[in-house]
């Protein structure tokens, strides 16, 4: 039987994941798995999870999927309640249980790039990445972080999910980030060229930068702060890693093929560009 995966969001079609989920397959010899994507808007995820039959062993979700997959999901992971929001479904015993990897991605892509164990943090942007950000950093060890927004009213979700895993977060508004940079590392969760604006104060301070932007690739505030001689680590190694755990869960193996599932993940980026 063909056991199937997919990730969905909206929109979808430049999703990495298939790339790196196919890599892991055929590395492992897993055949008889398939993965692909699908375009699903927030109001499609309860039809379409209905509509799934028994060889559906699991799904990736991007946005705007990760909060309401809370709501549908018969199981939820603390790491998930915490963060507010899913981005993995596996089926278990044909009940959905969702589960949240981006923490795992994000600490695993910080510890081999030898930043894994920031005194300090700034944060750049208060969205969901954001509080998956706040999880892997009291994962690290931070106790104290600040957060940089463009409106800290709306950043409501990620200074909770701050709270539930223990972090205490100084708010403050995008404006003021050259007065918040006496930190081991910043990150940055803002989209595009969002952080075009602090590359040169960020460049000039101490810190260490952790962008979850992967294309275009490097934004203006990683070659800065890289020109400045300065750790980067861009979206990519997050992507990947959150990817194997995914694979784990889906799949049932950890002898996941990291090395291949990244040359894979690389050469399609290139293509890309």
């Not at 990445?129 to 800290?152: E, I």
């Amino acid at each position: 039987m063909t056991v199937r995966a997919a990730v969905l969001g909206s929109p979808v079609a430049h999703s990495l994941s298939p790339v790196l989920h196919r890599a892991a397959y055929a590395a492992l010899g897993l055949d008889d798995w398939t993965y692909t994507a699908v375009e699903c808007a927030e109001d499609g995820l309860a039809p379409f999870l209905g509509g799934l039959d028994e060889s559906w062993a699991g799904l990736s979700l991007t946005m705007p999927l990760k909060r309401v997959a809370l709501d549908l999901a018969a199981e939820v992971s603390e790491l998930a309640v915490a963060v507010g929001g899913a981005n993995t479904l596996v089926r278990r015993d044909g009940r959905w249980h969702a589960d949240n990897t981006d923490v795992h991605g994000i600490v695993a892509a910080l510890t081999e790039a030898g930043l894994g164990a920031p005194a300090s943090a700034l944060v750049l942007g208060g969205g969901a990445t954001a509080a998956s950000a706040f999880a892997a950093l009291s994962r690290l060890g931070v106790a104290k972080a600040r957060l940089a927004v463009r409106s800290p009213e709306r950043a409501a979700a990620s200074l909770a999910a701050a709270e539930r895993v223990g972090l205490t977060v100084e708010v403050a508004t995008l404006d003021r980030v050259p007065e918040l940079l006496d930190v081991d590392l910043v990150v940055s969760t803002l989209p595009g060229r969002a952080a075009d604006a602090f590359a040169a104060p960020v460049a000039a301070s101490r810190a260490a930068l952790f962008d979850v932007v992967y294309a275009p690739w490097p934004t203006a505030l990683a070659a800065a702060v890289a020109g400045a001689g300065r750790t980067v680590v861009g979206g990519f190694p997050m992507l990947l890693h959150q990817a194997v755990r995914q694979v784990t869960l889906m799949t049932g193996r950890t002898d996941v093929p990291v090395a291949a599932m990244r040359a894979a993940g690389e050469a399609e980026l290139a293509r890309r560009a």
